[in-house]
């Protein structure tokens, strides 16, 4: 496993997006 800099982004990016799932459903709530 090489970390590159396309890596850290795509992480993030999907971190960002399941903290907004998550805050949508508590929204719902």
């Known amino acids: ?3 590159t800099t396309d890596t850290l ?3 993030t990016h999907e971190q ?3 903290l ?3 805050a949508d459903v508590l ?3």
């Open 1 to 3: 496993m090489s970390m």
């Open 9 to 11: 982004p795509a992480a």
């Open 16 to 18: 960002l997006v399941g």
């Open 20 to 22: 907004n799932t998550v």
């Open 27 to 29: 929204r719902d709530v």
